[in-house]
């Protein structure tokens, strides 16, 4: 069974930061783009980042760029997204996501979902 499980949200105030980590079990990702997604209340998923099959390229949404950084361990099957300067915006659930067919900023281009890890931002 295919399992992305996403760990290390919690209530952080403006400014500050947190790490989030997605273990990846059942398959081998090493080949496999990652990324992250993240929805607020009442709107749509959106992409926040991707990393592809090696690590050494990566992708921001606009609105993170120079604050959240992805990276991904392939030894341990491990995601991680690090965000500093965080601010009441990003308060949201985000979500792990593995193997894009399309698109990888577009959530339809995922089948494979974590079950999200929840992110406040308080001012």
């Known amino acids: 069974q295919v399992q992305l499980v996403e760990s290390g949200g919690g209530l952080v105030q403006a400014g500050g930061s947190l790490r989030l980590s997605c273990a990846a079990s059942?398959?081998?990702?090493?080949?496999?783009?990652m990324g992250w997604f993240r929805q607020a209340p009442g709107k749509e998923r959106d992409f926040v980042a991707a990393?592809?099959?090696?690590?050494?390229?990566?992708y921001y949404a606009d609105s993170v760029k120079g604050r959240f950084t992805i990276s991904r361990d392939t030894a341990k099957n491990m995601l991680y997204l690090q965000m500093s300067s965080l601010k009441p915006e990003d308060t949201a659930v985000y979500f792990c996501?593995?193997?894009?067919?399309?698109?990888?900023?577009?959530?339809?281009?995922?089948?494979?979902w974590g079950q999200g890890t929840q992110v406040t931002v308080s001012s």
């Open positions: 996501v593995a193997d894009p067919d399309g698109n990888y900023r577009s959530a339809d281009a995922y089948e494979l």
């Open positions: 059942g398959r081998t990702f090493s080949t496999y783009a």
């Open positions: 990393i592809t099959w090696s690590g050494r390229s990566s």
